[in-house]
């Protein structure tokens, strides 16, 4: 790989780490190797205790478009991610964590597909070496804004680049990075630009331990009654515990998105979404079932069920989300 100048458009790759010294040097390693021509590779280590730094050091000084920056004090993945954003020249900017592995042609296909659109994010597939286990999930992500509101982890980081220009069009952050993580950050507002190019073919396997930060076991979503039974349950449950602070996270989306200057319908759709799932009125709770009924094809994939299945889901759905903010149950342990 190379600095010549790549007439398709410069990309910078951002690199956050934090104690990740084991898996570092496989993934870097798979950046080096892309086809496309890298602007830079930027590394930023959140203060690791591992000797992650002095492998980061190591290849900044072997390439000299690797640039290697020590935090003084822990920042935390936002923080630290958004300011290694900020460091980024290029004309398109590509998320990589420090534990996965990039097919070569990862970049080059990405600027192929990515036009004039704000963002380009590809298929990304679990795997395992430890033992861990690991559910892989064969459906087309569903890349909706609606849907974004309620699932994180549609668009990991890892799997998106966007023009720079993304960042320009983002609002304050000085509140929201409390409420969502920098990659469903960055992609609510590429979606409320209905901006959004998604590749349904594998360029980066997620390694999956137990040690790392995002890893959780994967849970039993077979299609069965007594499944069915159990899900439809805890949801009740979790819905009367979370509803508080799922109708704060939401007022706080809501400021967000209004600050989005986009003429989207669905920016639209998304604001009214979030001024009933904010309210404590009853009877938005009821115009928000109504609302779920309305936008079923956009809160759901298209093989979970139809007609009147479909419709009766949507109606339940804004009991059945509060299973979407289960982490910050302390009631139930998952």
Known sequence: MNECPNPQGSVSIVVCTYNGAKYLRPQLESILAQTYSI???????????DGTDVIAKEYAERYPFVHFFPNNTNKGVNEN???????????????????????????????KHIG?????????????????????????????????????????????????????????????TAYRCYDIILSITAAAFDDIVYINTT??????????????????????????????????????????????????????????????????DAIRMCHLQSSTSFRDTLRLSLFCLKHKSKLFYSNEGKGLLLSLRALYFPISSAIYFRMFSRKHKF
């Open 203 to 268: 360029m980066v396997h997620q390694r999956r331990y137990k040690q790392a930060a995002t890893y959780t076991p994967p849970s039993n979503n077979r299609k069965s009654l007594s499944n069915i039974i159990r899900q439809g349950w805890l949801s009740i449950q979790l819905y009367r515990e979370l509803i508080p602070v799922i109708r704060e996270r939401f007022k706080h989306t809501l400021l967000f998105l209004e600050q989005i200057h986009s003429s989207s319908q669905n920016l639209k």
């Open 81 to 111: 991610f958004f300011s290694a954003i900020a460091r980024a020249s290029g004309e398109y900017i590509a998320i990589a964590d420090q534990d996965d592995i990039w097919e070569p042609n990862k970049i080059a296909l990405q600027i």
């Open 39 to 49: 602007h830079e590779l930027i590394i930023q280590d959140d203060c690791s205790s």
């Open 116 to 176: 004039n659109h704000l963002m380009c994010a590809v298929r990304s597939e679990p795997f395992s070496e430890d033992g861990s286990p690991i559910r892989i999930d064969k459906r087309q992500p569903n890349c909706h804004l609606l849907r974004m509101l309620y699932v994180g982890g549609i668009l990991p980081g890892h799997c998106l680049l966007f023009r720079r220009t993304l960042l320009d069009k983002l609002p304050d952050l000085s509140d929201f």
